[in-house]
Protein backbone atom coordinates (compact mmCIF):
# COMPACT_ATOMS: atom_id res chain seq x y z
CA UNK A 1 0.00 0.00 0.00
CA UNK A 2 1.36 3.82 -0.84
CA UNK A 3 0.16 7.41 -0.46
CA UNK A 4 1.54 10.16 -0.57
CA UNK A 5 0.42 13.85 1.36
CA UNK A 6 2.09 16.56 0.21
CA UNK A 7 2.79 19.84 2.32
CA UNK A 8 4.80 23.08 1.33
CA UNK A 9 6.70 25.17 3.60
CA UNK A 10 9.36 28.04 2.00
CA UNK A 11 11.14 25.58 -0.69
CA UNK A 12 10.41 22.42 0.73
CA UNK A 13 8.40 19.65 -0.06
CA UNK A 14 6.80 17.68 3.37
CA UNK A 15 5.38 14.53 1.35
CA UNK A 16 3.65 11.96 3.57
CA UNK A 17 4.38 8.21 2.20
CA UNK A 18 2.16 5.43 3.25
CA UNK A 19 3.69 2.06 3.17
CA UNK A 20 3.49 -1.54 4.18
CA UNK A 21 6.12 -3.46 5.79
CA UNK A 22 6.64 -6.51 8.07
CA UNK A 23 7.93 -5.73 11.71
CA UNK A 24 10.38 -7.81 12.81
CA UNK A 25 10.12 -9.85 16.33
CA UNK A 26 12.39 -9.07 19.15
CA UNK A 27 12.99 -12.56 19.73
CA UNK A 28 14.15 -14.75 16.96
CA UNK A 29 12.54 -18.09 16.54
CA UNK A 30 14.81 -20.73 15.20
CA UNK A 31 14.01 -20.29 11.01
CA UNK A 32 13.79 -23.93 10.52
CA UNK A 33 10.47 -23.46 12.13
CA UNK A 34 7.64 -22.50 10.62
CA UNK A 35 4.76 -24.00 12.31
CA UNK A 36 3.27 -23.33 16.25
CA UNK A 37 0.90 -24.75 18.03
CA UNK A 38 -1.20 -23.37 21.31
CA UNK A 39 -0.97 -25.33 24.71
CA UNK A 40 -2.87 -24.42 27.70
CA UNK A 41 -2.55 -25.08 31.08
CA UNK A 42 -5.11 -24.88 33.41
CA UNK A 43 -3.73 -23.34 36.75
CA UNK A 44 -7.31 -21.95 38.10
CA UNK A 45 -8.78 -25.92 38.70
CA UNK A 46 -5.69 -25.81 41.76
CA UNK A 47 -7.54 -22.85 43.07
CA UNK A 48 -11.03 -24.19 42.62
CA UNK A 49 -9.85 -27.29 44.45
CA UNK A 50 -7.93 -24.93 46.87
CA UNK A 51 -11.92 -23.01 47.25
CA UNK A 52 -13.84 -26.36 47.76
CA UNK A 53 -10.71 -27.86 50.46
CA UNK A 54 -10.83 -24.25 52.39
CA UNK A 55 -14.92 -24.71 52.25
CA UNK A 56 -15.67 -27.94 53.45
CA UNK A 57 -12.92 -27.04 56.57
CA UNK A 58 -14.88 -24.28 57.21
CA UNK A 59 -18.29 -26.67 56.85
CA UNK A 60 -17.13 -28.66 59.04
CA UNK A 61 -15.03 -26.83 61.50
CA UNK A 62 -18.98 -24.83 61.89
CA UNK A 63 -20.89 -28.30 62.18
CA UNK A 64 -18.78 -29.41 64.80
CA UNK A 65 -19.18 -26.07 66.76
CA UNK A 66 -22.88 -26.17 66.07
CA UNK A 67 -22.85 -29.79 67.42
CA UNK A 68 -20.71 -28.61 70.73
CA UNK A 69 -23.02 -25.36 70.77
CA UNK A 70 -26.23 -27.68 70.72
CA UNK A 71 -24.91 -29.83 73.09
CA UNK A 72 -24.26 -27.52 75.55
CA UNK A 73 -27.19 -25.72 75.08
CA UNK A 74 -29.27 -28.78 75.77
CA UNK A 75 -27.05 -29.37 79.06
CA UNK A 76 -27.90 -25.51 80.09
CA UNK A 77 -31.59 -26.92 79.75
CA UNK A 78 -31.20 -29.76 81.88
CA UNK A 79 -29.56 -27.59 84.66
CA UNK A 80 -32.39 -25.08 84.32
CA UNK A 81 -35.20 -28.18 84.45
CA UNK A 82 -33.48 -29.75 87.24
CA UNK A 83 -32.99 -26.43 89.07
CA UNK A 84 -36.78 -26.42 88.34
CA UNK A 85 -37.81 -29.77 89.08
CA UNK A 86 -36.14 -29.69 92.68
CA UNK A 87 -38.05 -26.44 93.39
CA UNK A 88 -41.67 -27.82 92.41
CA UNK A 89 -40.49 -31.00 94.83
CA UNK A 90 -39.71 -28.37 97.36
CA UNK A 91 -43.30 -26.62 96.92
CA UNK A 92 -45.23 -29.52 96.62
CA UNK A 93 -43.73 -30.83 99.95
CA UNK A 94 -44.69 -27.85 101.80
CA UNK A 95 -48.02 -27.37 100.56
CA UNK A 96 -48.99 -31.60 101.67
CA UNK A 97 -47.53 -30.47 105.19
CA UNK A 98 -49.87 -27.46 105.10
CA UNK A 99 -47.80 -24.68 104.80
CA UNK A 100 -49.04 -21.15 103.63
CA UNK A 101 -47.89 -17.65 102.88
CA UNK A 102 -48.05 -15.44 106.49
CA UNK A 103 -51.35 -14.21 105.06
CA UNK A 104 -52.56 -17.71 105.01
CA UNK A 105 -52.96 -17.74 101.26
CA UNK A 106 -51.65 -20.33 99.56
CA UNK A 107 -48.11 -21.19 98.43
CA UNK A 108 -47.43 -20.61 94.36
CA UNK A 109 -45.77 -23.05 92.29
CA UNK A 110 -42.34 -21.92 91.11
CA UNK A 111 -41.94 -20.99 87.55
CA UNK A 112 -39.48 -22.36 85.69
CA UNK A 113 -36.21 -19.87 84.42
CA UNK A 114 -36.48 -19.31 80.41
CA UNK A 115 -34.11 -21.25 78.31
CA UNK A 116 -30.75 -19.58 76.43
CA UNK A 117 -30.97 -18.66 72.91
CA UNK A 118 -30.86 -21.71 71.48
CA UNK A 119 -27.86 -21.89 69.07
CA UNK A 120 -27.61 -21.23 65.16
CA UNK A 121 -25.68 -23.01 62.58
CA UNK A 122 -23.28 -20.63 61.04
CA UNK A 123 -23.83 -19.74 57.61
CA UNK A 124 -20.73 -21.02 55.07
CA UNK A 125 -21.10 -19.12 51.61
CA UNK A 126 -19.84 -21.61 49.42
CA UNK A 127 -16.95 -19.84 47.03
CA UNK A 128 -16.97 -19.07 43.55
CA UNK A 129 -15.41 -21.68 41.39
CA UNK A 130 -13.68 -20.70 37.65
CA UNK A 131 -15.61 -22.42 34.83
CA UNK A 132 -13.56 -24.88 32.64
CA UNK A 133 -11.96 -22.16 30.47
CA UNK A 134 -12.34 -23.53 26.35
CA UNK A 135 -9.18 -24.29 25.06
CA UNK A 136 -10.50 -23.18 21.21
CA UNK A 137 -10.76 -19.71 22.30
CA UNK A 138 -7.37 -19.44 22.54
CA UNK A 139 -6.29 -21.13 19.11
CA UNK A 140 -8.86 -18.79 17.67
CA UNK A 141 -7.87 -15.63 19.11
CA UNK A 142 -4.05 -16.21 19.94
CA UNK A 143 -1.98 -16.46 16.37
CA UNK A 144 1.61 -16.21 15.92
CA UNK A 145 2.02 -13.95 12.60
CA UNK A 146 4.30 -15.19 9.90
CA UNK A 147 3.93 -18.76 11.16
CA UNK A 148 0.94 -21.78 10.33
CA UNK A 149 -0.64 -23.72 13.03
CA UNK A 150 1.00 -27.67 13.31
CA UNK A 151 2.62 -29.54 16.01
CA UNK A 152 6.16 -30.44 16.65
CA UNK A 153 8.15 -27.21 16.50
CA UNK A 154 6.92 -24.02 18.04
CA UNK A 155 5.24 -24.71 21.13
CA UNK A 156 3.31 -21.59 23.06
CA UNK A 157 2.12 -22.28 26.40
CA UNK A 158 -1.12 -20.31 28.19
CA UNK A 159 -1.09 -20.94 31.97
CA UNK A 160 -4.74 -19.40 32.59
CA UNK A 161 -4.98 -18.66 36.37
CA UNK A 162 -7.86 -17.56 38.68
CA UNK A 163 -9.54 -13.86 39.43
CA UNK A 164 -7.48 -12.89 42.37
CA UNK A 165 -8.51 -9.72 44.11
CA UNK A 166 -11.80 -8.87 42.88
CA UNK A 167 -13.79 -6.80 45.03
CA UNK A 168 -16.86 -3.97 44.04
CA UNK A 169 -16.18 -0.30 43.44
CA UNK A 170 -18.75 2.64 43.07
CA UNK A 171 -18.88 6.08 42.88
CA UNK A 172 -21.77 8.35 43.13
CA UNK A 173 -22.37 10.72 40.15
CA UNK A 174 -25.58 13.78 40.77
CA UNK A 175 -27.29 13.41 37.76
CA UNK A 176 -29.78 16.77 38.24
CA UNK A 177 -31.71 16.53 41.73
CA UNK A 178 -31.36 12.55 41.45
CA UNK A 179 -28.14 10.57 42.20
CA UNK A 180 -26.96 7.19 40.53
CA UNK A 181 -24.19 5.15 41.94
CA UNK A 182 -22.48 3.59 39.16
CA UNK A 183 -20.62 0.00 40.17
CA UNK A 184 -17.87 -1.94 38.48
CA UNK A 185 -16.23 -4.99 39.37
CA UNK A 186 -12.09 -4.45 40.28
CA UNK A 187 -10.01 -7.54 39.50
CA UNK A 188 -6.74 -8.87 38.87
CA UNK A 189 -6.47 -11.66 35.90
CA UNK A 190 -2.96 -12.83 35.43
CA UNK A 191 -1.97 -15.06 32.72
CA UNK A 192 1.28 -16.89 32.01
CA UNK A 193 3.26 -17.18 28.67
CA UNK A 194 5.71 -19.67 27.43
CA UNK A 195 7.03 -19.92 24.11
CA UNK A 196 9.67 -23.02 23.28
CA UNK A 197 11.18 -24.62 20.47
CA UNK A 198 12.94 -28.20 20.46
CA UNK A 199 16.02 -26.45 19.31
CA UNK A 200 16.25 -23.67 21.28
CA UNK A 201 14.47 -24.81 24.62
CA UNK A 202 12.37 -22.07 26.38
CA UNK A 203 12.59 -18.72 24.41
CA UNK A 204 10.16 -16.84 26.99
CA UNK A 205 8.19 -17.49 30.46
CA UNK A 206 6.47 -13.98 31.65
CA UNK A 207 3.17 -13.78 33.47
CA UNK A 208 1.16 -10.54 31.52
CA UNK A 209 -2.21 -8.79 32.84
CA UNK A 210 -1.23 -8.56 36.50
CA UNK A 211 -2.35 -4.73 36.83
CA UNK A 212 -5.60 -4.26 38.11
CA UNK A 213 -8.93 -4.44 35.77
CA UNK A 214 -12.31 -3.28 35.89
CA UNK A 215 -15.83 -4.75 34.68
CA UNK A 216 -18.79 -2.21 34.62
CA UNK A 217 -22.21 -3.69 36.59
CA UNK A 218 -25.79 -2.21 35.82
CA UNK A 219 -25.82 1.49 38.06
CA UNK A 220 -28.22 1.81 40.71
CA UNK A 221 -29.98 4.77 42.46
CA UNK A 222 -28.55 3.44 45.96
CA UNK A 223 -25.90 1.32 47.52
CA UNK A 224 -28.61 -0.78 48.93
CA UNK A 225 -29.97 -1.14 45.57
CA UNK A 226 -27.00 -2.99 44.27
CA UNK A 227 -27.17 -5.04 47.57
CA UNK A 228 -30.05 -6.27 46.51
CA UNK A 229 -29.06 -6.93 42.75
CA UNK A 230 -25.87 -8.60 43.64
CA UNK A 231 -28.04 -11.22 46.61
CA UNK A 232 -29.80 -12.40 43.22
CA UNK A 233 -26.98 -12.26 40.66
CA UNK A 234 -23.76 -13.40 42.39
CA UNK A 235 -22.62 -16.47 40.69
CA UNK A 236 -23.92 -14.24 37.23
CA UNK A 237 -21.78 -11.51 37.80
CA UNK A 238 -18.94 -13.59 38.85
CA UNK A 239 -19.64 -15.73 35.43
CA UNK A 240 -19.44 -12.32 33.36
CA UNK A 241 -16.34 -11.05 35.18
CA UNK A 242 -14.52 -14.35 33.93
CA UNK A 243 -15.83 -14.29 30.77
CA UNK A 244 -14.87 -10.68 30.08
CA UNK A 245 -11.09 -10.85 31.46
CA UNK A 246 -10.66 -14.40 30.00
CA UNK A 247 -10.79 -12.86 26.50
CA UNK A 248 -9.33 -9.55 27.50
CA UNK A 249 -6.06 -11.31 28.48
CA UNK A 250 -6.07 -13.59 25.58
CA UNK A 251 -6.27 -10.44 23.61
CA UNK A 252 -3.17 -9.32 25.69
CA UNK A 253 -1.50 -12.08 25.30
CA UNK A 254 -1.64 -12.24 21.50
CA UNK A 255 -0.33 -8.74 21.14
CA UNK A 256 3.04 -9.46 23.43
CA UNK A 257 3.35 -12.85 21.65
CA UNK A 258 3.70 -11.02 18.00
CA UNK A 259 5.33 -7.72 19.32
CA UNK A 260 8.10 -10.64 20.67
CA UNK A 261 7.95 -13.62 18.10
CA UNK A 262 5.71 -12.41 15.27
CA UNK A 263 6.06 -11.36 11.72
CA UNK A 264 3.42 -8.44 11.73
CA UNK A 265 2.49 -6.70 8.91
CA UNK A 266 2.45 -3.04 9.96
CA UNK A 267 1.69 0.46 8.00
CA UNK A 268 4.22 2.87 8.33
CA UNK A 269 3.83 6.77 7.53
CA UNK A 270 7.13 8.58 6.62
CA UNK A 271 7.79 11.85 5.96
CA UNK A 272 10.36 12.15 3.20
CA UNK A 273 11.66 15.35 1.42
CA UNK A 274 11.08 16.79 -2.36
CA UNK A 275 11.66 20.94 -3.46
CA UNK A 276 9.51 22.60 -5.12
CA UNK A 277 10.57 25.37 -7.54
CA UNK A 278 13.21 28.05 -5.69
CA UNK A 279 14.59 30.56 -7.80
CA UNK A 280 15.70 29.64 -11.41
CA UNK A 281 17.13 25.96 -10.36
CA UNK A 282 16.20 22.65 -11.62
CA UNK A 283 15.02 20.09 -9.12
CA UNK A 284 14.54 17.38 -11.58
CA UNK A 285 17.10 15.33 -9.88
CA UNK A 286 15.72 15.55 -6.84
CA UNK A 287 12.16 14.91 -7.75
CA UNK A 288 13.58 11.84 -9.57
CA UNK A 289 15.38 10.56 -6.34
CA UNK A 290 12.32 11.19 -4.49
CA UNK A 291 10.57 9.08 -6.84
CA UNK A 292 13.01 6.14 -6.37
CA UNK A 293 12.89 6.55 -2.44
CA UNK A 294 9.35 6.29 -2.83
CA UNK A 295 8.78 2.92 -4.77
CA UNK A 296 11.84 1.89 -2.56
CA UNK A 297 9.58 2.11 0.12
CA UNK A 298 6.59 0.78 -1.33
CA UNK A 299 8.92 -2.84 -2.24
CA UNK A 300 9.73 -2.87 1.89
CA UNK A 301 6.95 -5.07 2.45
CA UNK A 302 7.20 -7.71 -0.23
CA UNK A 303 9.90 -9.82 1.93
CA UNK A 304 11.00 -10.28 5.75
CA UNK A 305 14.62 -9.15 4.62
CA UNK A 306 13.55 -6.54 2.42
CA UNK A 307 15.33 -8.07 0.01
CA UNK A 308 12.65 -7.16 -2.52
CA UNK A 309 13.70 -3.54 -1.87
CA UNK A 310 17.22 -3.76 -1.61
CA UNK A 311 18.21 -2.82 -5.78
CA UNK A 312 15.48 0.17 -5.04
CA UNK A 313 16.74 1.57 -2.40
CA UNK A 314 20.72 1.47 -3.20
CA UNK A 315 19.23 3.64 -6.49
CA UNK A 316 17.43 6.11 -4.33
CA UNK A 317 20.15 6.41 -2.02
CA UNK A 318 22.49 6.47 -4.38
CA UNK A 319 20.43 9.31 -6.42
CA UNK A 320 20.17 11.51 -3.30
CA UNK A 321 23.69 10.93 -2.09
CA UNK A 322 25.06 12.32 -5.67
CA UNK A 323 22.97 15.67 -5.06
CA UNK A 324 24.33 16.29 -1.72
CA UNK A 325 27.56 16.27 -3.25
CA UNK A 326 26.78 19.62 -4.48
CA UNK A 327 25.78 20.87 -0.51
CA UNK A 328 26.66 23.67 0.16
CA UNK A 329 25.54 24.82 4.07
CA UNK A 330 26.65 28.46 4.08
CA UNK A 331 24.38 30.05 1.74
CA UNK A 332 20.94 30.08 1.97
CA UNK A 333 20.84 31.14 -1.76
CA UNK A 334 21.98 27.92 -3.39
CA UNK A 335 20.86 25.48 -4.85
CA UNK A 336 21.61 22.38 -2.14
CA UNK A 337 21.11 24.88 0.38
CA UNK A 338 21.18 23.81 4.13
CA UNK A 339 17.29 23.48 4.65
CA UNK A 340 17.63 21.20 1.27
CA UNK A 341 20.25 19.40 2.92
CA UNK A 342 18.81 18.89 5.81
CA UNK A 343 16.19 17.35 4.18
CA UNK A 344 17.76 15.22 1.96
CA UNK A 345 20.01 13.93 5.03
CA UNK A 346 16.21 12.99 6.69
CA UNK A 347 14.96 10.86 3.44
CA UNK A 348 18.57 8.97 3.69
CA UNK A 349 18.27 8.12 7.45
CA UNK A 350 14.50 6.63 6.36
CA UNK A 351 16.30 4.91 3.40
CA UNK A 352 19.12 3.22 5.58
CA UNK A 353 17.12 1.91 8.58
CA UNK A 354 15.28 -0.03 5.38
CA UNK A 355 18.74 -1.01 4.03
CA UNK A 356 20.06 -2.23 7.56
CA UNK A 357 22.16 -0.05 7.62
CA UNK A 358 21.93 1.64 10.99
CA UNK A 359 25.28 3.19 11.55
CA UNK A 360 24.70 4.98 8.25
CA UNK A 361 21.13 5.74 9.08
CA UNK A 362 22.17 7.39 12.36
CA UNK A 363 25.10 9.52 11.07
CA UNK A 364 22.86 11.25 8.35
CA UNK A 365 20.60 11.31 11.80
CA UNK A 366 23.03 12.96 13.42
CA UNK A 367 23.71 15.67 10.46
CA UNK A 368 20.57 16.10 10.77
CA UNK A 369 20.17 16.65 13.90
CA UNK A 370 22.64 18.88 14.62
CA UNK A 371 21.35 21.52 11.69
CA UNK A 372 18.05 23.59 13.06
CA UNK A 373 14.41 24.29 11.95
CA UNK A 374 12.40 21.19 10.43
CA UNK A 375 14.94 18.87 10.41
CA UNK A 376 16.43 18.37 13.09
CA UNK A 377 12.52 18.55 15.01
CA UNK A 378 11.84 15.72 12.34
CA UNK A 379 15.01 13.61 13.57
CA UNK A 380 14.01 14.12 17.13
CA UNK A 381 10.36 12.56 15.87
CA UNK A 382 11.77 9.38 14.67
CA UNK A 383 14.91 8.93 16.42
CA UNK A 384 12.84 5.90 19.15
CA UNK A 385 11.33 4.58 15.78
CA UNK A 386 14.60 4.11 14.41
CA UNK A 387 16.43 2.48 18.18
CA UNK A 388 12.94 0.24 18.01
CA UNK A 389 14.04 -1.00 14.37
CA UNK A 390 17.38 -1.24 15.21
CA UNK A 391 16.73 -3.87 17.70
CA UNK A 392 14.41 -5.64 16.11
CA UNK A 393 16.96 -6.34 12.86
CA UNK A 394 19.88 -6.90 14.71
CA UNK A 395 17.79 -9.60 16.72
CA UNK A 396 17.34 -11.22 13.30
CA UNK A 397 20.09 -10.64 11.03
Keep these: MLSVSLAFGQNINDQKVTFDYIQLPLIKIDPQFSQYNITVEHAYQQANDDSTAVYEARRNF ?10 QYHKSCDSLDRIHWQNMATWQKQVDAGVKNPDGTALVAPIAAPYPTPPVPQRIEEPMRHSDFNEASATNRVNLEGFTQGQGEVEVTLIIHPIRSMRIGYKKEPTGTAARYSFAAIYVMPI ?10 VLLETMLSEKEAMY ?32 TVLTEVNTYLNDQFGFVKR ?24 TKAT ?12 SSAMTQLDEAIAAIETILAESDMSDGKARINDKVTGMLQCNLAELYVWK ?13 LNGKGKASRHIKGEQAFYKEQRKRWEANF
Design 356 to 368: GDFNKSEGFANLA
Design 62 to 71: AAQAFEGAVA
Design 216 to 247: SLPSQETTYDHVLYMMDNKAAVFAQVEAHARQ
Design 295 to 306: FALQAIGGSRNR
Design 267 to 290: TRTAEMYAVKSFKDYDYTDVTEAF
Design 192 to 201: GLRVSTPSQG
